[in-house]
């Protein structure tokens, strides 16, 4: 796979189409007639995770540069990343070149930077993945991202989220109330306002993760991993897909076709809208005054698209629930759509565990070898042509 830098890539993406179709960003409509520009401030807002290069070594000996592996691992940040700002900065929140940000999105930004002591950092997953059986630098599947992004997130103390990872197609909704009713110490801007401080650590005000405050609601990261086909995604559920973009709560998805990851952020007619990863890039560290350079983790060129029949059938669809009534909502909107006729539900909503398998979340455990294997196979595209076509 070619490696392409940001300047090159700047002028090869075809503009938004002009149709009446409308399209849809992450749970918001817009008309490409009327609302061009507020395409694109919504699209570059997102923070975009790409290859980097010249990055400190992985595990002090392993790769300085993700290019050619580690596609998945950015769109796991990426879809991770718009779970933290609409956290702590709100889905309304824009990027604007050249306007002072707020501390909040800088602490966001750094939880993934290219450093070994960065929350979500490149360092920290590929390690992380170790334990879910990925060598680093061995290309990583949907759920295998999901799995790792939320064993992490329980180290992010300023975001404290409840991360529920719906296995076997299912979502139960009474081991999500459970998980984010539970009395926990909260901090976080939603919660608990940011401490003005020149002191981060791993990225975040340090006096952010010693101030407890109790919560009724843990806000919830709800990743779906699924299987929509056996080698190409079954028409049958590309309606269903599109819904899940339209949601309030979408996070979008990360999948892709069977020789690249993407992280798809919404659709219009029957094509989907993504942010790509393959663009190679250098590491990035704060200038001479202690800024953060931080143009390049935002698109600033239109975003790319495909034939929603190209999706590779293997992804993982995500939700953010800021509060209970967001979840309640969500699940609401999920019941209606299963009545339309002719839709067909990607996953089903239950109330209780069904007593034919046993949740992860239950126990805070993930699934032993056997079993990861198991859903590797089942939930990783293609499984090894899959891994080698990737690179």
Known sequence: LATLTYDTLRFEYE???????PVW???RKYSVFT???EILLDVTSRLWFTYRKNFPAIGGTGPTSDTGWGCMLRCGQMIFAQALVCRHLGRDWRWIKGKR????????????????DSYYSIHQIAQMGVGEGKSIGQWYG?????QVLKKLATFDTWSSLAVHIAMDNTVVMEEIRRLCQSNFPCAGAAACPAVESDVLYNGYPEEAGVRDRLSLWKPLVLLIPLRLGLTEINEAYIETLKHCFMMPQSLGVIGGKPNSAHYFIGYVGEELIYLDPHTTQSAVEPNDSGCLP????HCQHPPCRMSIAELDPSIAVGFFCNTEEDFNNWCQQIKKLSLVRGVLPMFELVERQPSHFSNPDVLNLTPDSSDADRLERFFDSEDEDFEILSL
Do not use: C, R
């Open 101 to 116: 940000q707020t501390d909040n999105y800088f602490n966001v930004l750094n939880a993934f930077i290219d450093k070994k």
């Open 142 to 146: 949907p759920n295998t991202v999901a």
């Open 15 to 21: 503009d938004f189409p002009e149709t009446k179709e």
């Open 294 to 297: 931080d143009e390049s983790f």
């Open 25 to 27: 960003i992450l749970g």
């Open 35 to 37: 609302e061009k520009e």
